[in-house]
Antibody
């Protein structure tokens, strides 16, 4: 299972962090890639970035300058930092497990329940 | 990035009817296309990956076809729990992208 936690309400220009706790799974299984995905209210899904257990990361070019994803395998968690937020970053943030399964990139077979981050002054 | 366009935006059907959802990619994604179901207040749930492979526990009434740029999700006979929003997602190119979704609603 995956479980997100986050600040809920943040002010514009702040740099919130969200954490995803992984239970019942090994984060060091080489088949898994750990991702963040967000969903603006009433809208579709946007992939933010991923981290591998080794620490390798990759980010959506649309957000790359503001995103940092980190991992602590011993604590079975990975985190997202998004800098200089604005109202446009108000969304539900999901953590998800990605599987490459013969491809280069991933489909997502396990999701957390999501954490709403609202950016407002 | 690859843009995925789903059609229709909304599909109004009755339980027992067949649902056909389309996903078109702006360039080829080979067969690296997945489908997700999302119910209100819930996270998306994987239904189909790599065009036609059902995820664990997904009923056989869900099936996927296609390749290259054109893909279809078919629900052979709608059950009450199938009324939801469906998203396609490609993993054939960087970055992974999602379609805008198709809502399947009760007629």
């Amino acid at each position: 299972q995956l479980q997100e936690s986050g600040p809920g309400l943040v002010k514009p220009s702040e740099t919130p962090s969200l954490t995803c706790i992984v239970s019942g799974e090994s984060m060091t299984n080489g088949a898994y890639y750990w991702s963040w995905i967000r969903q603006h209210p009433g809208k579709g899904l946007e992939w933010i970035g991923y981290i591998y257990y080794s620490g390798d990361t990759g980010y959506n070019p649309s957000l790359e300058s503001r995103v940092t994803i980190s991992i602590e395998t011993a604590k079975k968690q990975f985190s997202l930092r998004l800098s200089s937020v604005s109202a446009a970053d108000t969304a539900v943030y999901y953590c998800a497990r990605g599987r490459a399964a013969g491809g280069t990139y991933w489909y997502f077979d396990l999701w957390g329940r999501g954490a709403l981050v609202t950016v407002s002054s | 990035e690859i843009v995925l366009t789903q059609s229709p935006d909304t599909l109004s059907l009755s339980p027992g009817e067949r649902a056909t959802l389309s996903c078109r990619a702006s360039q080829s994604v080979n067969t690296y296309l997945a489908w997700y179901q999302q119910k209100p207040g819930q996270a998306p749930s994987l239904l189909i990956y790599d065009t036609s492979k059902r995820a664990t526990g997904v009923p056989a009434r869900f099936s996927g076809t296609g390749s290259g740029t054109d893909f279809t999700l078919t629900i052979s006979s709608l059950e009450p729990e199938d009324f939801a929003v469906y998203y396609c997602q490609q993993r054939g190119d960087w970055p992974p992208t999602f379609g805008q979704g198709t809502r399947v609603e009760i007629k």
